[in-house]
């Protein structure tokens, strides 16, 4: 093949595995994990440092994006077999193992540096620990019990605790608040997963994943685990104005969230529709952001 042959086709190529890096990391998903770890911050320091903000934005990015990217490479195979992630890059063999190991280590690291670095050392082994749990506990764990997604929501959580790390000073250290902000995200995780995983259950059985909380799928457990869940979501979601953290106004916009929030639990309770799952899933996503930034005001 001639050069001016080699020259047209490369950017089509750098294309292809630019946009394949991209889709490993999970951009929408990180995003939202980020804007968690972002909006805590801002809610907990005194005054915003940004260029520790903007270390958090990056590095916390950095290491959900290395998180997202070794369950994919761990999951190849198994990715393969479901409708909805047989598209990904690691399965379409878009990227080779070794391509993506190295890329995700890469971004595992340095988003681990810049938080040791520009926040603090705890905020960096925090970000660590994340992957870690994640990668290596939650992946095989879906395979073998129900528990994983418990065992997922406290990776799936922590971004909301660098971010309150990342506020303090020195070595960094752990608020009761930030315990708090923690648990809205750690509790909400499981309405939101769960849904999810009642109207993808006959994709995740292709795997022989245990998306939901009862071993035996779409049971009566699994509908009254994620109503039970809902309750204690907007139980949690109070203590930070029960704990003189924030304001009437507030905490108004937080139990209305968790009311309308629990409205759509009920009735996914009471018919039990894939639809109805759908409603309570897109119910979730709008809930936590709109609780994150009314936590925000303390007014």
Same mark, same amino acid.
């Given at each position: ?84 992630? +047989? ?27 810049? =938080? ?24 095989? =764990? ?37 315990? $708090? ?46 109503? $039970? ?29 968790? $009311? ?10 009471? =018919? ?12 979730? $996503? ?11 005001? +303390?007014?």
């Amino acid at each position: 093949m001639s050069n001016t042959g080699t020259d047209i086709q490369s950017p089509a190529v750098t294309y292809s595995k630019f946009s394949a890096f991209l889709q490993l990391t999970k951009f929408r998903l990180g995003s939202l994990v980020v804007f968690s770890a972002v909006i805590t911050y801002i809610t907990v320091a005194e005054k915003i440092d940004w260029m520790q903000l903007t270390a958090l934005c990056i590095g916390g990015f950095l290491v959900t994006s290395a998180a997202n990217g070794f369950n994919q490479i761990i999951e190849k195979d198994l990715d393969k077999l479901m409708d909805r992630t +047989k598209n990904r890059p690691m399965p379409t063999n878009s990227l080779n193992n070794f391509e993506a190991l190295v890329f995700c280590a890469l971004l595992g690291i340095g988003g681990t540096v810049l =938080l040791w670095t520009y926040t603090n050392a705890l905020s960096g082994i925090l970000g660590f620990i994340s992957i870690v749990l994640y990668a290596l506990a939650y992946t095989p =764990l879906k395979r073998i019990t129900p528990f994983a997604v418990l065992v997922g929501a406290f990776p799936g959580a922590i971004p909301t605790l660098i971010g309150a790390v990342a506020a303090t000073e020195g070595f960094g250290h752990i608020t009761f608040f930030a315990i $708090l902000l923690f648990s809205i995200q750690f509790f909400w995780q499981f309405p939101h997963f769960w849904s999810l995983a009642w109207f993808n259950d006959q994709d995740y059985k292709k795997a022989s994943f245990f998306m939901l909380p009862s071993s035996g799928g779409k049971d009566d457990a699994s509908k009254f685990q994620i109503l $039970l869940y809902t309750v204690i979501l907007l139980i949690v979601s109070t203590f930070p104005f029960l704990f003189h953290y924030v304001g009437l106004l507030s905490i108004s916009a937080v139990v209305i969230s968790g $009311l309308a929030m629990l409205l759509q639990a009920y009735n996914f309770y009471r =018919l039990s529709t894939d639809q109805q799952a759908k409603k309570l899933f897109f119910t979730t $996503l709008i809930y936590l952001p709109v609780v994150q930034l009314a936590l925000m005001t +303390k007014i």
